[in-house]
């Protein structure tokens, strides 16, 4: 968390408090009214708003329109891997889930037939998701799918699975590779009213397609990841 040059020492002060009540804070809680919590702590409410701003900027506090101020979330550290989201959030002792907002069967387009490697118009499944961590919003995914790769598969089966366990156990392939970008993103206002985050918030954009046994694609994945709550890690090793 760093403080803006311009600060004066009573602003760094008052942050040091503030994060001092927040360290004590569980994630989610709410803050104190803003009265209460200005005359606590013996500054003006526009002072006292102002450093709250600073650390709803730097994601230690969340506005809720409506709802008050919130200790943030912790974040979810996320190492590129070839993981699916559901070994991923185990991994890091919190809870995977899913709810499939929508799905269906359509031709592919000529982008999407490239990136899955099929010829225009094969008919191809999407299936989009909510995913959940502990029960709450951390991506919406859109998955495709080549339809004749997954036979009678509907979004349905997906519900609170992963489509690698069910690729695996249902239809025998294992996912054996993939290629997968990532960049920063302004969540639409789609995927935020999903999210449960103010449209134009920070995200994290992945696509990714994966390859199984035999090298033919099994899917390209785009998914919206929440900024406030999840970060990206990488292993870095010295050059030969």
């Known amino acids: 968390m760093s403080a803006p040059p311009t600060e004066t020492d009573k602003q760094r002060r008052l942050r040091a408090r503030l994060a001092e009540l927040i360290a004590a804070m569980s994630p989610g809680e709410p803050l104190p009214a803003e009265r209460d919590l200005a005359r606590e ?21 969340v506005r809720r329109q409506g709802a008050g101020t919130f200790v943030a979330p912790a974040k979810v550290a996320h190492r590129l891997a070839a993981n699916s ?71 349905a089966d997906l519900e609170d699975r992963s489509y690698y366990e069910v690729l695996a156990e249902r239809y025998g392939h294992r996912i054996a590779s993939g290629l997968q970008t990532a960049e920063a993103a302004l969540t639409s206002a789609e995927d935020a009213a999903v999210l449960g ?26 998914s919206v990841y929440r900024g406030d709550r999840y970060r990206i890690m990488a292993d870095i090793f010295p050059s030969a």
């Open 197 to 222: 985050v103010e449209a134009g918030s920070p995200s994290f954009c992945f696509e990714r397609t994966s390859r199984v046994d035999g090298g033919r694609v099994a899917e390209f994945v785009r």
């Open 41 to 61: 702590l013996g500054v003006a409410r526009m002072t006292l708003r102002r450093a709250v701003d600073g650390l709803v900027a730097d994601s230690v506090l």
């Open 85 to 155: 989201f559901s070994a991923d959030m185990r991994s890091r002792g919190l809870r995977p889930g899913s709810r499939t907002l929508r799905s269906g069967e359509a031709p592919a387009g000529v982008v999407l037939a490239a990136l899955l490697e099929v010829p225009a118009g094969t008919p191809v499944l999407h299936v989009r998701r909510l995913r959940l961590a502990d029960d709450e919003p951390m991506a919406v995914e859109d998955l495709h799918v080549p339809a004749d790769l997954v036979p009678g598969l509907t979004g």
